[in-house]
């Protein structure tokens, strides 16, 4: 049971390079997402998904495309990266959509635009 | 706009002695508090969730309180070892989906 898989674990872009962020878990869990976590500031939402077909904006979207074609699998792309999407980027899973469980995170991607 | 506040200093105690932890938040009806625990370059594991309606919710060495009066969440880890250095989180949710995280305390426990 690996949980949630996230790749890569660092990653170096230029301005204006797109690149996925691949994450996967296999819990069957419905609900997914992605946080992103700065210094100074605590995670915050990205785009979450309660469901394979069904995706949602959270805090802090602009910049960022989200698909979730399967349970399993929830990539977040970069359309063109910025200087300021330097960050630490979380995927994270629930059992349902609710808030009465805990999420279960990945290990985190380390992201550098130069 | 809500917001929630922690610890920004980090918290250095005694091993054997409790570490207590705080929690507070404005403009905000939390349905339920969770707290998570961080290590250095991993992702948050989650430890406890405590419900508007508890009181107070106990896990092994952990013990958490919830006043939605005082708009505070206090969390206790009891005989403190060296190996519960890490940074803790707390994170509010309130309706669908909303949930939202502090910035975290560091915990330094120290033999």
């Known amino acids: 049971n690996a949980g949630v898989t996230q790749t890569p674990k660092f990653q170096v872009l230029k301005t204006g390079q797109s690149m996925t962020l691949q994450c996967a878990q296999d819990?069957?869990?419905?609900?997914m997402s992605w946080y992103r976590q700065d210094p100074g500031m605590g995670l915050r939402l990205i785009h979450y998904?309660?469901?394979?077909?069904?995706?949602d904006q959270g805090e802090v979207p602009n910049g960022y495309n989200v698909s979730r074609s399967t349970t399993e699998d929830f990539p977040l792309r970069l359309l063109s990266a910025a200087p300021s999407q330097t960050s630490v980027y979380f995927c994270?899973?629930?059992?349902?959509?609710?808030?009465?469980?805990?999420?279960?995170f990945g290990s985190g991607t380390r992201l550098t635009v130069v | 706009s809500q917001k929630i506040e922690q610890n920004s200093e980090a918290l250095n105690i005694q091993e054997g002695k409790t570490a207590t932890l705080t929690c507070n938040y404005t403009?905000?009806?939390?349905?339920?508090l969770q707290w998570y625990r961080q290590d250095p370059g991993r992702g948050p594991v989650f430890l406890l969730l405590?419900?508007?309606?508890?009181k107070e919710k106990r896990k092994e060495r952990l013990k958490v309180t919830f006043d939605t009066t005082l708009k505070q969440s206090l969390f206790h880890i009891t005989a403190s070892q060296p190996a519960d250095s890490a940074t803790y989180l707390c994170?509010?949710?309130?309706?669908?989906?909303?949930?939202?995280f502090g910035i975290g305390t560091k915990l330094q426990v120290i033999p």
């Open positions: 994270a899973s629930s059992y349902n959509t609710g808030p009465s469980y805990g999420y279960t």
């Open positions: 819990m069957n869990h419905e609900y």
């Open positions: 998904s309660v469901g394979a077909g069904i995706t």
């Open positions: 403009n905000y009806s939390p349905a339920y």
């Open positions: 405590i419900r508007e309606n508890e």
């Open positions: 994170a509010l949710a309130g309706g669908y989906q909303k949930v939202t």
